[in-house]
């Protein structure tokens, strides 16, 4: 393998990780505003801080960059051993350090408990989501690929001795 195709095979890798980071971003700081502005109806409040905003998004940020670099995706891995959960526990356990640390939900100590099952919650539940986006994406690539094999007349082309 030449340099230009090492080169291009790591930007593509570091595309890839970065539309990860960005999908993690957008999909939990919406669990976590949702939350929070459930929270605020609670209390009969109407508005919400651009300030909660900005240390939301840069929290959501900050563990999507942990969850892709240092635990490698473990929310759309294909199955929950002990290094996901812990990753899991662990990346919960920032949210709610964040949320006292930001004191966005006034410190009260159920409201935070409540929050760290939410976010348990939101993982498990994307984990899943993203687990059955998987069956259905290989479903429909292995229909893809009959769909050629029987276009080809059954004929498909080897190169090194790998299908394509």
Known sequence: MNNKTKKRNWLRSYFSWEIAIEYKACLYFFCLLSFYCGYLLLKRVYSVRILFLVELICTTYFIGYLQVYVFHNFDESDHLRRKELFAILFCTGLYTAASVLFNWFDRGR????????????????????????????????NDMLTQYKYQQGGKVSCENGRQR
Do not use: Q
Not at 125 to 135: M, P, S, T
């Open 110 to 141: 159920i409201v935070t408990w409540i929050f760290f099952g939410y976010v348990l919650l939101s993982y498990f539940c994307a984990y899943l989501v993203n687990k059955i986006k998987k069956k259905i994406d290989t479903e429909n690539l």
